[in-house]
């Protein structure tokens, strides 16, 4: 559903571009698609996708369906559907993920709390580091569920 290398995916019509040099400070509200290559500080609100370029930076509270980052996203953040951190981008703070669909390509990171489901279900990775062996394809620590193991 992005847009990188100026190449859409899906069908949400594209509202608007926030280029490289442009800076917004407020509350941020859009219907479909926003790309973000410049500053962003406040408050970014969708029922449907942002997407943050390289060079973007989004220093707000969020709460977005798709969150898609290639550049840096900071604060309080809220993903409804599907969170996508592309290698270069960084997500920094307290993350809720309302459902598991996270997705980190390598060199991507996340740093921060992680909240994941609902609040009977949530699982919290809050200073916990889990290696992914190769062989296995998931985290040690993590049962083929995505459950933490002790």
Known sequence: MAIFDGKKQGSDPLDGYLGRAAEVEGTLRFPDLLRVDGTVRGKVLSSKELVVG???????????????VA???????????????????????????????????????????????????????EGEVHEVPEETGRAEGMSPTGEVVE
Not at 54 to 68: F, K, T
Not at 99 to 122: F, H, P, Q, R, Y
């Open 54 to 68: 390289e060079h973007g930076l989004v220093e707000a509270e969020v709460d977005v369906g798709i969150l898609s």
């Open 71 to 125: 550049g840096r996203v900071c604060g309080k953040i809220t993903v409804r559907e599907r969170l996508e951190i592309h290698a270069g981008g960084r997500v920094e703070g307290e993350l809720h993920m309302k459902t598991l669909a996270l997705i980190i390509e390598e060199g991507g990171v996340l740093e921060g709390t992680v909240k994941m489901g609902t609040s009977e279900a949530s699982l919290s990775t």
